[in-house]
């Protein structure tokens, strides 16, 4: 990715947490948090993917809510940076915090002698 697919990929991630914990009223979007936006080369595309942090069963709710949200969203991230055209929000789940915790259960069960 380029610095400036970096650095706008940084600061959606920071408007969209904002608006997410102060502006967004749908309950089923509380406790939500934005892990990672990638975007295209030409800024058009952002897949933002978030998770609800130890909770993985709300996942269904979670993505209800961000499909109803995704107008509101992309609206005041449009208003909060200058870009030509503000880029279309898809939302996906970020899975990497549950296959790290699983991981990290699968290493701290192994039984391994020290060496001698």
């Known amino acids: 990715m380029s610095i400036k697919q970096v650095r706008m990929a940084g600061r959606i991630r920071t408007i969209l947490s904002e608006l997410l914990l102060r502006e967004v ?3 089923r979007l509380q406790g939500i948090t ?10 058009q595309y952002a897949r933002v993917y978030v998770n609800a942090l130890g909770d993985e069963s709300r996942q269904a709710e979670v993505m209800a809510g961000l ?10 991230v449009g208003s909060r940076v200058r870009l030509r055209k503000t880029p279309e929000l898809h ?19 192994l039984d391994i002698p020290p060496e001698e």
């Open 25 to 27: 009223s749908d309950p």
């Open 34 to 43: 934005v892990t990672d936006v990638e975007l295209d080369p030409e800024l």
């Open 67 to 76: 499909e109803r949200a995704k107008g509101f969203l992309r609206r005041e």
């Open 91 to 109: 939302f996906y789940w970020d899975a990497s915090l549950a296959r790290g915790e699983r991981i990290h259960e699968i290493l701290s069960s």
